[in-house]
Structure formats: structure tokens, C-alpha cells
């Protein structure tokens, strides 16, 4: 069984920047891929950025030369830099990660005010 908790979110202004964690129990967790995804109001989820367990990383268009996803395998913990943001970045972010299982984190609130 795997547990992740997000944090980091919150409100920033249009330009400024945020950096989400995502922190896993369970030593089996190096070997996962993770991914963020986001979902705003009344919009379907979407695929912000994804890490293999090797490191290999992927970006959703709208936030490629903006957002960076990092691992820190003896932390058990992935990241989500965030810059330049923008009111459109503003939704839910959760973490998800698996193998054979898909988990879910609960997900932090970021708002982008303009």
C-alpha cells in the first residue's frame, strides 16, 4: 500500500511561482512512475507532468519551459516546480503514482490571480 500527501499549493500572483511535493510511504515507491495532474472547475482532468523511475520526464504542451518534475528517491518525495504561472494554471493538482496499482493523493489547491 502506497500513501502520498501533497503540499505547496496555495495563491500566487500571475509570474510568480510555487513548488508542489508529493511525499510517499512505502519503499516500493522509487520504483513507480509518477505524474501530476490537474483539474479546474468544470473541466475535465488533465495530465500536467509525468517522471519514470529512471527519471525520464514528460510535459503537458501548455507547461512545457515552465514547469519541472524531480525525484528525490531517498526522500521518497517528487516535486513539481511551477514558474511563470499563469491564471489558467489555476486547479487542483494531485499526484498520482503506480505499477500494477494506480494511487491518488488528495491534491493541493493552486490559484493564479491576475
Known amino acids: 500500500q502506497v500513501q502520498l500527501v501533497e503540499s505547496g499549493g496555495g495563491l500566487v500572483q500571475a509570474g510568480g511561482s510555487l513548488r508542489l511535493s508529493c511525499a510517499a510511504s512505502g519503499s516500493i515507491f522509487s520504483r513507480m512512475a509518477v505524474g501530476w495532474y490537474r483539474q479546474a472547475p468544470g473541466k475535465q482532468r488533465d495530465s500536467v507532468a509525468s517522471i519514470t523511475s529512471g527519471g525520464s520526464t514528460n510535459y503537458a504542451d501548455s507547461v512545457k519551459g515552465r514547469f519541472t518534475v524531480s525525484r528525490d528517491n531517498a526522500k521518497n518525495t517528487v516535486y513539481l516546480q511551477m514558474n511563470n504561472l499563469k491564471p489558467e494554471d489555476t486547479a487542483l493538482y494531485c499526484c498520482?503514482?503506480?505499477?500494477?496499482?494506480?494511487?491518488w493523493g488528495q491534491g493541493p489547491q493552486v490559484t493564479v490571480s491576475s
Open positions: 498520482t503514482a503506480w505499477n500494477s496499482t494506480v494511487y
